[in-house]
């Protein structure tokens, strides 16, 4: 499966963005789809992911009440809604995608997009 990130840009502290991770090649329902951010001179971070069955959303808790993951088996996509945006969730953030059916690491996801560059000014 092919992952794309879209939605990404500079947005000031409080706002909102809604990213896009559509799939192409399989059908994304196949999978639990995550979502990572890294920061320059940082480790990647989980922040969200959302299981392949009954739809189970797990988020990191910087984020929680702040961001939520849907998806859309229909149009292949999975979402990252993130309001009250604060200037320490500037980063490049990645969707992924596993065939582990409720993925808790980075290691148990089989397919990355390229990202999308989010920045919060302040």
């Known amino acids: 499966v092919q992952l794309q990130a879209s939605g990404g840009g500079l947005v000031q502290a409080g706002g909102s963005l809604r990213l896009s991770c559509a799939a192409s090649?399989?059908?994304?329902?196949?999978?639990?789809m995550g979502w990572f951010r890294q920061a320059p001179g940082k480790e990647r971070e989980f922040v969200g992911s959302?299981?392949?069955?009954?739809?189970?959303?797990y988020y990191v808790d910087s984020v929680k009440g702040r961001f939520t993951i849907s998806r859309d088996n229909a149009k292949n996509t999975v979402y990252l809604q993130m309001n009250s945006l604060k200037p320490e969730d500037t980063a490049r953030y990645y969707c992924?995608?596993?065939?582990?059916?409720?993925?808790?690491?980075?290691?148990?996801?089989?397919?990355w997009g390229q990202g999308t560059q989010v920045t919060v000014s302040s």
């Open positions: 992924a995608a596993s065939i582990v059916l409720a993925p808790t690491q980075s290691s148990d996801y089989n397919y």
């Open positions: 090649g399989r059908p994304s329902s196949r999978y639990a």
């Open positions: 959302i299981n392949r069955l009954e739809g189970t959303t």
